[in-house]
Nanobody, 124 residues
Framework: RVQLVESGGGSVQAGGSLRLTCTANGYCNYMGWFRQVPGKEREGVAGIYFPGDVIEYADSVKGRFTISSDRDKNTVFLQMNSLVPEDTAMYYC????????????????????WGQGTQVTVSS
């Protein structure tokens, strides 16, 4: 079973930056970041498919967030810049070992394994 450990959340003012880190205890074909606020569905933020070097972002974060990875360490990062209060959420790392073919990298059903989440709070 793949286990994920997230870190890097915190509180910042609007316009600030945070970097999230997620490390898996084994190789996965897919890793991604999602976020959720109470009462709303989990929203895909960014995902990466390692074998094809494919990256996908949600429209709401394009140009502000960057997903990157250290494959040797089974680690993905989410660099979040120009944060706005609407980015406030619990952020979850997700991963999957299977091969899905052509599939969205920011859809929750792509992923089998989930981290515990790290809170990001952006104040105005």
């Amino acid at each position: 079973r793949v286990q994920l450990v997230e870190s890097g959340g915190g509180s910042v003012q609007a316009g600030g930056s945070l970097r999230l880190t997620c490390t898996a205890n084994g190789y996965c074909n897919y890793m991604g970041w999602f976020r959720q606020v109470p009462g709303k569905e989990r929203e895909g933020v960014a995902g990466i498919y390692f074998p094809g070097d494919v990256i996908e972002y949600a429209d709401s974060v394009k140009g502000r967030f960057t997903i990157s990875s250290d494959r040797d360490k089974n680690t993905v990062f989410l660099q979040m810049n120009s944060l706005v209060p609407e980015d406030t959420a619990m952020y979850y790392c997700a991963a999957d070992e299977r091969w899905h073919g052509d599939i969205s990298l920011i859809t929750p059903t792509t992923y089998e394994y989930w981290g515990q989440g790290t809170q990001v709070t952006v104040s105005s």
